[in-house]
C-alpha cells in the first residue's frame, strides 16, 4: 500500500507540470509548452516489438500486457516508460495537460493501465485508433493524475481525449473546430472562446496573460491567422512563436514543435533559445539494439542524433531520484520506494 500510494503520488506529479498549451498547425506541426519548476528530463528513444506489463498501483487490478507495436521519441521527467509527451515512428503525438476536473473510469472487465501516453505511443497509428482503444483498456483509477490528452496524427486529425466522471468525452472532427487545448475542458474552452472578437463575440483577447482560458483565445487566434507556407523552416518557426506567445515566463521549460510529415522533433529550453532536432529516419527503432537517450537539456544543439547514447539505468535512477527530492510533496519518501519506480523499465523485455 505504501509503493501504491507513492507511485500514485508521483504520477501525479507529472500531472501537475501539465499546465500547459497544445496545438496542431495546419500543415502537420504540433505544437507543446511544458510549464513546470522542474527542468531536468531525458529524451528517450522507444523501441517497437518489447513485452510490456502496465505497472499498477493496485495490485488487485488487471494489468493491461502488450508489445509495443511502434517505436517512438518521448520526453520523460520522472524516469523511462512514463512520458509527459512524445511522438511515434508513424507521426502519431500524444501529449499531456493539467485537467482539475478529470476523473478516471471506475475499475470494470477491461484491463487497466497508467502511462496511457506510452500505450497509446506502442500501439496506436491515428486518432481514431487511440480512441477505439478504450473499449480494450481503461486508465486505473487508482492513479489520481487530473489530465487530459491532445492527440494529433500525420492524416491531420486532432482530438481532446478526456475523462469526466468516468467516462471518456472526445472531441474531434467538427467538435474540435480548433485545434489546440489548455487546461480547461474542451466545451469550456471553445464556449470562453466563441465570446471574443473575431470568434463570434465582443470580448478583446488578452495577450500575455497566463490564464489557461485566456491561453486558450492567443493560441486560436494564432491558428486562425495562419496560412501554410512552403517553407518549412516558417512553418516551423511560426510554431515556435505561437508557444512563445502563450509562454509562462520562466515557468515554461520546454518548448516542443513536432513535425508529423517529415517525421522530426525540434525543441527549445529555458536554457537554451537555440534549437535542438531529432530526425526519426536516423533512428533504430528494432529491439536489436539498445535504447538510447539524451539529457534534454544537453549542452550540443542542432540535429542531436550524432550524440545520444544507449540507455544508463543509473541515469535513469538519478532523474527519478532528483525529480522526486525536488517536488515538496514527496521529497521525504524512502529511497526505496523511489528505487521501485526507477527500475520499472527493466520489467520491460524484447518480445
Known sequence: MVLTAFIAIVLSCIANTCACTAFLQEDLLAGKNYDWHLD??????????????????????????????????????????????????????VETLMLAAARNPAPDRRPAVTAWVQYQLDNSRTVDEVIATDKAVRISPSMPMPLHFFVSDAQGSAAVVEFIDGRLICHAGNELPHKLITNNTCAESLGFLGQHEGFGGTR?????????????????DRLKDYRPDDSRPKAIRYAFETLAAVRQGDATKWSIVYDLRNLEIHYRTQRCAEVRT????????????????????TTHVGLLNPHLADYDGDVNRWLVFYTVRQTPMIAQLPDALIEMLAAYPETTSPH
Do not use: C
Request: net charge positive.
Open 278 to 297: 531529432v530526425r526519426f529516419k536516423d533512428l533504430d527503432f528494432t529491439p536489436k539494439t539498445p535504447v538510447r537517450t539524451i539529457s534534454i537539456n
Open 204 to 220: 478583446p483577447m488578452r495577450k500575455g496573460s497566463h490564464d489557461s482560458l485566456d491561453r486558450f483565445v492567443v493560441a486560436a
Open 40 to 93: 531536468q528530463g531525458l529524451l528517450i528513444v522507444n523501441k517497437s516489438g518489447i513485452a510490456k506489463r502496465a505497472l499498477m498501483l493496485d495490485p488487485a487490478e488487471n494489468a493491461a500486457e502488450w508489445v509495443s507495436q511502434y517505436g517512438s521519441v518521448t520526453f520523460n521527467q520522472y524516469g523511462r516508460e512514463m512520458p509527459n509527451g512524445g511522438m511515434n515512428e508513424v507521426g502519431l503525438v
